[in-house]
T-cell receptor
Framework: GAGVSQTPSNKVTEKGKYVELRCDPISGHTALYWYRQSLGQGPEFLIYFQGTGAADDSGLPNDRFFAVRPEGSVSTLKIQRTERGDSAVYLC??????????????FGPGTRLTVL | GDSVTQMEGPVTLSEEAFLTINCTYTATGYPSLFWYVQYPGEGLQLLLKATKADDKGSNKGFEATYRKETTSFHLEKGSVQVSDSAVYFCALIPDTGRRALTFGSGTRLQVQP
């Protein structure tokens, strides 16, 4: 079946602008994660959804970052007043919630965000 | 807090050479341990995992053993191929109920023909 998809694949914006990044998880996966990967680094956790609710948002760096998942499927990561330091690849992952699949996260290809 | 430390790259090997990429972790209890791989131009893929001490994860000729006594999960392959060239990430999920992966900084492997 289809994997995790993310749109857009690339986003270039200007400092101070608002951006939205979209994630479509694997069908049936109730857990969804957002990570951020800076150049030469490993991904860093931002937020985790279980169904429609944010179960853990401890990785969001500040209140300019917000994410929603209103129907328990597609999620949108929203960044207000973007800064040059927000430039990174934003990764989405999803996982099942039962048995052996609970810890296996499947990643999308990422959205490369560049803030000029 | 939890952390993962990997050997710095790049690691450059000739085809058919033996590969070891070191990974150590800091976490309480018994985390689940993972190796992810990122091939050029592709997304992160799970390579192998181990969920309890002394477990060995294996896939595509790669192996890693969960060593609680040394808090390590080193990745090994007996004979690398050019197609193994990629960035490898070691990661953990703690046994506290938190679901987020904590990643190391990644190790780039280049295999030359």
């Amino acid at each position: 079946g289809a994997g995790v998809s993310q749109t857009p694949s690339n986003k270039v914006t200007e400092k101070g602008k608002y951006v939205e990044l979209r994630c479509d998880p694997i069908s049936g996966h109730t857990a969804l994660y957002w990570y951020r990967q800076s150049l030469g680094q490993g991904p860093e956790f931002l937020i985790y959804f279980q169904g429609t609710g944010a179960a853990d948002d401890s990785g969001l760096p500040n209140d300019r970052f917000f994410a929603v998942r209103p129907e328990g499927s597609v999620s949108t990561l929203k960044i207000q007043r973007t800064e040059r330091g927000d430039s990174a690849v934003y990764l989405c992952a999803s996982s099942g919630t039962s048995g052996r699949s609970v810890n296996e996260q499947f990643f999308g290809p990422g959205t490369r965000l560049t803030v000029l | 807090g939890d952390s993962v430390t990997q050997m710095e790259g790049p690691v450059t090997l000739s085809e058919e050479a033996f590969l070891t990429i070191n990974c150590t972790y800091t976490a309480t209890g018994y985390p689940s341990l993972f190796w992810y791989v990122q091939y050029p131009g592709e997304g992160l893929q799970l390579l192998l995992k181990a969920t309890k001490a002394d477990d060995k994860g294996s896939n595509k000729g790669f192996e890693a053993t969960y060593r609680k006594e040394t808090t390590s999960f080193h990745l090994e392959k007996g004979s690398v191929q050019v197609s193994d060239s990629a960035v490898y990430f070691c990661a953990l999920i703690p046994d506290t109920g938190r679901r987020a992966l904590t990643f190391g900084s990644g190790t780039r492997l280049q295999v030359q023909p």
